[in-house]
């Protein structure tokens, strides 16, 4: 497995990670949670070292599973987790909306470490922006988790360029997390640039497209109503049956290359940038 840091923080991951989300529902009806640890433990075995989790997938749940497989290898791997949504710490009932504030923060922190049977956070990631929570406060927080040595590194998800710098300036960023792939390049306008200039690194979710450009979904596919691509508009079967055109392509250079689509989409986006 190749190797690559992210942005100047020196912090070297695995070319390609593996997100734990889909491990505990959101694709549908998800498989047993014992081969969702063997499915870990795979990985790990096949050099992957940059594990994806979340507070809000499940919500708790995923954490908890991801801690329980890879408390074994803890200290070769890193792991990432996210704040910034409104669940309560208790019930992990979800409210309506955001909550980056700062007590709020430091609460979710305290809360995963217990989940993920660790001392500390290799990349704590703001899920979503809060538009009611100053960015630089927000980063202040996670100065002060990084301060106590609970968290090691700052991360944002989604963010705007202009966000990412102002987060910046208080605190660095480690990483950003948003949607990279042959079927959305969005990144490639603001963010990718302001990355490079500031020194970020950056970890795409969805290089698949969410499984699109895997080959394995046609026109016919229906998608259980447990399963978030149901409410996607690029899913529906209008987009969807227009949007196989790419997929086409795709499978057409991996029958050239003796590869699968799923290996070409990924070689593409590994081959754009460092």
């Known amino acids: 497995m190749q190797k690559r840091k992210l942005g100047n923080s020196g912090l070297e991951v695995s070319a390609i990670g593996l997100g734990c989300m889909g491990m505990t529902g959101v694709y549908g009806q998800p498989a047993s949670r014992q081969e969702m640890i063997r499915l870990i433990h795979a990985a790990v075995e096949r050099g992957v070292t940059l594990f994806d989790t979340a507070e809000a997938y499940g919500p708790f749940a995923n954490e908890e599973l991801v801690g329980e497989a890879l408390a074994p290898v803890r200290d070769k791997v890193v792991v990432a987790t996210k704040f910034g949504f409104d669940i309560d710490m208790e019930t992990g009932a979800r409210g309506p909306g955001l909550n980056s504030q700062p007590e709020h923060i430091k609460a979710v922190g305290e809360a995963a470490l217990r989940r993920l049977r660790t001392d500390h ?13 100053p960015i630089e406060d927000v980063a202040e927080a996670v100065r002060e988790l990084i301060a106590e040595g609970k968290v090691k590194h700052f991360g944002l998800s989604e963010p705007a360029a202009r966000t990412i710098r102002r987060a910046h300036a208080v605190q660095p960023v480690t990483a950003v997390q948003s949607e990279y792939s042959l079927w959305y390049r969005a990144p490639e306008g603001e963010i990718l640039p302001t990355l490079e200039e500031l020194g970020i690194g950056f970890v795409s979710f969805s290089p698949l497209g969410a499984g699109f450009l895997t080959g394995r979904i046609d026109a016919s596919t229906k998608f259980d109503r447990s ?45 754009q940038k460092p």
């Open 121 to 133: 956070i290799d990349i704590f990631y703001q899920h979503r922006v809060d538009p009611d929570v």
């Open 227 to 271: 399963d978030f691509r149901s409410n996607v508009p690029r899913f529906a079967p209008d987009a969807l049956k227009a949007n196989l055109a790419l997929v086409d392509l795709v499978r057409d250079v991996a029958g050239r290359k003796g590869a699968t689509p799923a290996q070409v989409a990924l070689a593409w986006l590994l081959a």
